[in-house]
């Protein structure tokens, strides 16, 4: 498996330091926020390293995460557990805690998910999935513009990023949301990183939420996300499509694809996210 260059911030954002059989500690930076808390990808990837140094294989292939309480930047302990070592793939599960102000121990994330190494799969591919059309990068829209009043000043996450929106699924920035749930957009570290299929667990949680589309805005924290890696990706930007079908109770889910530059689907995920409310 390739290395990457520590010279990449998400790299060093995302290191971890095995400290004892199982037991990881982290430092979260608090550049990968968004709103009040930590982007739930930029987490997810903390952990899915850890799970790297953990288990036998390279990869992830399925990463399920259950989000507890919000993660702030600083000190973190990832404690991971060896479910099961096969010969193709391997299964374990981690915690993320952190330590509030008394002491006392808070869990952020609990985390099921199984590795492998995607360089050993076959190259068949049968599917009916199609990227997403939309526009070259340089035709769709940055964060600098339109207005960022629906992240806040406190959202840090997009200076990390290079994300360019699609103008067709960007009308909510401007008041004007199609209601039909779908955004679509270019996903890319911003000092140029390649992606690789532990970026991609940030990849899916990177673009503003579906529900933006649905004309509310506002933090939408994760409740439950899973993601599916299904390759490694080529070199280039990534495309990002996302939809919810389905608002009610207060929750909503939303299901993305990830698309590299060679037109291969590399990663899907799907999260239940509560809805952003009036007083959030």
Not at 33 to 42: F, H, Q, R, T, W
Not at 205 to 227: K, N, Q, R, S, Y
Request: hydrophobic fraction near 40%.
């Amino acid at each position: 498996m390739a290395q990457v260059s520590m010279d990449s911030e998400f790299d060093r954002d995302t290191a971890v330091t095995s400290r004892s059989p199982g037991v990881h500690t982290a430092q979260l930076s608090p550049g990968w926020s968004i709103l009040k808390a930590l982007n739930g990808g930029y987490v997810l990837a903390v952990v899915g390293r850890a799970l790297r140094q953990a288990l036998p294989h390279p990869d992830p292939f399925t990463v399920s995460a259950h989000f507890l309480t919000p993660s702030r930047p600083g000190p973190a302990e990832i404690r991971t557990e060896t479910v099961r070592a096969g010969r193709t793939v391997s299964t374990g599960q981690a915690a993320l805690v952190q330590f509030a102000d008394d002491g006392g121990e808070v869990e952020r994330v609990r985390v099921l998910a199984t590795y492998g190494d995607l360089g050993a799969l076959t190259d068949e591919v049968r599917t009916s999935a199609k990227p997403p059309a939309m526009p070259p990068f340089e035709e769709c829209y940055g964060s600098s513009d339109g207005p960022t009043d629906a992240f806040g000043d406190s959202s840090t996450l997009l200076d990390r990023l290079d994300v360019r929106m699609d103008p067709a699924t960007s009308g909510w920035a401007l008041g004007k949301p199609t209601g039909t749930g779908e955004l679509r957009g270019w996903f890319a570290l911003a000092d140029g990183r390649a992606p690789d299929p532990l970026s991609l667990l940030l990849a899916v949680d990177a673009l503003p939420p579906a529900a933006f589309d649905l004309g509310i805005t506002g933090w939408t924290p994760t409740v439950e996300l899973t993601v599916h890696v299904r390759a490694r990706p080529a070199p280039g930007p990534l495309r990002v499509a996302l939809a919810t079908r389905n608002l009610a109770g207060g929750f909503l889910e939303e299901d993305a694809e990830v698309w590299d530059s060679a037109d291969r689907l590399v990663a899907q995920s799907r999260q239940l996210a509560r809805a952003p409310r009036p007083h959030d």
